[in-house]
């Protein structure tokens, strides 16, 4: 199904400028720096990139925030982040159409991501009265042992487009308590979003009397994340992205020693086990893969079957690839909307022709749609591919709703097939037998930084920290103790005796 319909790039422009101005932002035209929408695949506003003047500046002037921040008491800092979370809510559906106009996703997706944006507020809220540090025993008599959790400094976030905002959200709201200042660069494919984020930010800032300078925002290509990768002022480099941008990132971070977190492409794998209930396992397998347009890192790219119910699995499947409706974002039935470019359709297809060439059997779906309405956008029907081995096409991440099937007959076979990939995000079994539930996800089971029983591979919660291993990068993000990341430890040693007791029984003087 295709809805026909789309908006007029028109449509999209007023529609965008509408939600800007609701939030308070003038959007500042006269650049060359394009927002763009890829439900036409055209472009919204011209606007302007951040210099290298803009850059050092902001660098300098998030320097001298942090100083008087890292004092200011945490509850305190959370008071900022509970009045970004209001301001949120009460422009979830402003952002939400920010986020389908530029991002592509369908309105319950794009709302589902302000609304995570909403929950790490929360989270971060809570948090800022909970940086706990531990007390350990001394090992010397009148001696104490703390650790205590100190701010970090200037945290550079580098997004990528596929999560324009919540992203954005899990490192500033926890950087933002953890008493660091945040410099923001977006995805270039993002702007608009991001500018609302940063004026919401703002605002409460203003609100609540928190220096306005402990977040800025760059508008700008990869240069200008570059730029924050290189200086030593920028304590912490969060970046997003591809695994391609995180082997150049991290690098060039550690080469400076400063601290990285990555979290960077993945490769996720899904078990459908015989005694899987196939009707959970269907509906977790077709919003994993085809959701997002397949468009999220945790997306469902492997499936590995049970060889006995691998027939019956590809039917239903076939049957619901072919019934997915695609098209305007914006119409409440859609559930796949556009590729984010055509490059990426083009890498889609690429992928497509590697893997047939090797083997692999097309099943359903892969036709570009709406071609003719709008040949600057990308609609793709997801497409559902069997192979008989795990070839280097299948190995890599294509950002592109390809979900390749393949079979097993053991249990073992099936983790070792799971885990002979580069990446290492989100993984998951659909089973009702807990052995092998238990078996998938102990120390010999997924590799991932994310696994999962009985539901798909994406969709996580805030509350958790989200990362993953291998070439997904080592990072932890949001919630459980991710916060460290964004703070520095020091171990204390208080000595209340009168005599000097040296460590490990050393005699001295
Ligand atoms: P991308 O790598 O093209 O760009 C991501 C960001 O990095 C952009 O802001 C870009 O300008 C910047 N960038 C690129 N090269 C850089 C460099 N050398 N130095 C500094 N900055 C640089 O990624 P994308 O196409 O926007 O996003 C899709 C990718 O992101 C997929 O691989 C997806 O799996 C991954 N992703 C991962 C997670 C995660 O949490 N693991 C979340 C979302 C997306």
Not at 110 to 120: H, P, W
Not at 422 to 450: K, N
Not at 479 to 504: C, P, V
Request: glycine content about 10%; overall charge negative.
């Amino acid at each position: 199904m295709t809805s026909t319909t789309l908006p007029t790039t028109d449509d999209l422009r007023a529609r965008a400028r509408t939600a800007l101005d609701h939030i308070g932002v003038a959007v500042p035209e006269g650049g060359d720096f394009q927002a763009r929408t890829p439900i036409t695949g055209e472009n919204l506003f011209a606007l302007t990139a951040a210099s290298e003047t803009d850059t050092e500046e902001a660098i300098a002037a998030s320097h001298t925030a942090f100083l008087t921040w890292r004092t200011t008491p945490a509850p305190r800092r959370g008071e900022l982040v509970r009045r970004l979370g209001e301001l949120l809510r009460e422009h979830k559906s402003d952002l939400a159409d920010l986020v389908t106009i530029e991002a592509g996703k369908i309105r319950s997706e794009a709302l589902g991501e302000i609304q995570e944006m909403i929950d790490i507020c929360d989270f971060a809220v809570g948090l800022s009265r909970q940086l706990y540090g531990r007390t350990i025993a001394s090992e010397r008599p009148g001696h104490r042992l703390a650790e205590t959790w100190h701010p970090l400094g200037v945290v550079g976030v580098i997004s990528a487009f596929n999560f324009p905002a919540a992203v954005w959200s899990w490192n500033t709201a926890v950087a933002l308590v953890c008493g660091d200042a945040v410099i923001w660069k977006p995805s270039e494919l993002t702007p608009l979003i991001s500018l609302a984020c940063d004026r919401l930010l703002a605002r409460a800032a203003d609100e609540v009397g928190s220096p306005g300078e402990v977040h800025r925002l760059l508008l700008g290509d990869r240069t200008v994340g570059e730029k924050l990768v290189d200086d030593p002022r920028v304590a912490l480099v969060s970046a997003t992205g591809s695994t391609r941008m995180g082997r150049e990132v991290g690098p060039r971070v550690a080469a400076r020693f400063g601290r990285s977190l990555l979290e960077l492409g993945g490769n996720n794998a899904t078990i459908v086990a015989p005694s899987a209930d196939l009707d959970l396992a269907i509906q977790g397998i077709v919003f994993a893969a085809a959701g997002t347009a397949g468009q999220r890192c945790t997306t469902l790219r492997r499936l590995i079957v049970h060889r006995d119910i691998a027939d019956a699995v590809v039917e239903r499947l076939t049957a619901a690839y072919q019934k997915l409706p695609i098209g305007d974002p914006f119409d409440e039935t859609t559930l796949v909307g556009p590729l984010i470019t055509t490059t990426a359709l083009d890498a889609m297809n690429d992928a497509l022709a590697r893997v047939q060439a090797q083997g692999g059997k097309v099943l359903a779906g892969g036709n570009r749609r709406l071609t003719e309405a709008v040949p600057s956008a990308a609609y793709t029907e997801p497409v559902l591919v069997r192979v008989d081995e795990q070839t280097d096409v299948v190995r890599e991440e294509t950002f592109a709703p390809i979900l390749y099937v393949l079979t097993y007959d053991t249990l073992d076979e099936a983790i070792a097939l799971h885990n002979d990939v580069p990446q290492g995000l989100s993984s998951s079994i659909f089973t009702r037998d807990q052995q092998e539930a238990e078996i998938f996800l102990s120390a010999a089971g997924s590799d991932c930084g994310i696994a999962n029983v009985n539901i798909g591979t994406s969709g996580a919660e805030i509350g958790g920290a989200f990362g993953g291993e291998k070439d997904t990068g080592g990072g932890r993000e949001s919630g459980s103790d991710a916060w460290k990341s964004y703070m520095r430890s020091a171990t204390n040693t208080i000595n209340y005796f009168t005599e000097l007791a040296l460590a490990q029984e050393v005699s001295f003087l």
